[in-house]
């Protein structure tokens, strides 16, 4: 059976927003409740925080988080390395990547990509963690999925400062929505139900901005209803335009 890791990357030194990660939502660090919401998984062997191995991340791995979660420390800047090795260590087939400014991402959706992943024979990339090739997906919701093979290819070229630091953009290019190369790494995707078919709502924290936005939504839907979806913050956002 293939080994399937979600790896949750984070760290405090973000240039637009520092440590935003562990800036509160409903009462808790932002990066704990990522953590309590992909917990709902079922398709997920292993739950990791990959975190830069250095004193400033310190705070991320003394987080209690309520349910076991692994912490692997590693490479500040190549994410590609630190994906890697923290794959390796946990004898991970399939990695699942999820960046740890993606505050609502939603299980039954990370959960559909895993299993349509798992539907074919040979590794590729999938995703719907944003709206590629035209799938209709709310940003920041779903996740990426694909085999650790890649990131052993990667680790042998001569990669930019960017292809380090982004790993989904070895695979993807996002600005002309289109895969990198598919004779090298296959790229797939699945629709977007209708019900929130929503490619205009972007759900993760780059800015100050960004993090008022989210916090709001939290405020406004955790206290009832805490593992809340992607339906009632469609809901949620309508009313608040009326």
């Not at 539907?119 to 997906?137: D, E």
């Not at 709310?138 to 630091?165: H, R």
């Not at 901005?209 to 206290?223: N, P, R, S, V």
Request: net charge positive.
């Amino acid at each position: 059976m293939a080994i399937v890791s979600l790896i949750i990357q984070a760290r405090l030194g973000s240039t637009r927003l520092p440590n935003k990660v562990l800036k509160p939502l409903a009462g808790k660090p932002m990066i704990y409740r990522i953590v309590e919401r992909v917990n709902r998984c079922n398709e997920i062997d292993n739950l990791i925080l990959a975190i830069p191995d250095n004193k400033q991340n310190e705070k991320l791995s003394k987080i209690k988080f309520n349910k076991k979660i692994k912490i692997f420390k590693g490479s500040e800047n190549n994410l590609v390395k630190r994906y890697y090795d923290a794959a390796k260590k946990f004898k991970t087939d399939i990695i699942v990547r999820l960046p740890g400014d993606n505050c609502m991402p939603e299980p039954s959706e990370i959960d559909k990509i895993v299993s349509f992943y798992k539907s074919y024979k040979k590794p590729f990339f999938a995703s719907n963690l944003s709206n590629i090739l035209n799938n209709g997906y709310p940003d920041g919701i779903g996740a990426e999925v694909f085999g650790f093979n890649f990131l052993e290819n990667l680790l042998k070229k001569k990669l930019t400062k960017e292809q380090k630091e982004h790993p989904h953009l070895n695979f993807f290019d996002y600005k002309n929505n289109k895969p990198i190369d598919i004779n090298w790494c296959k790229v797939r995707t699945i629709k977007c139900p209708n019900s929130f078919r929503r490619p205009d709502i972007c759900l993760d924290v780059n800015t100050y901005k960004d993090y008022q936005y989210i916090k709001k939504i939290y405020d406004g839907l955790y206290y009832k209803k805490n593992n809340f979806n992607i339906k009632d913050i469609i809901k949620f956002l309508n009313y608040e335009k009326k």
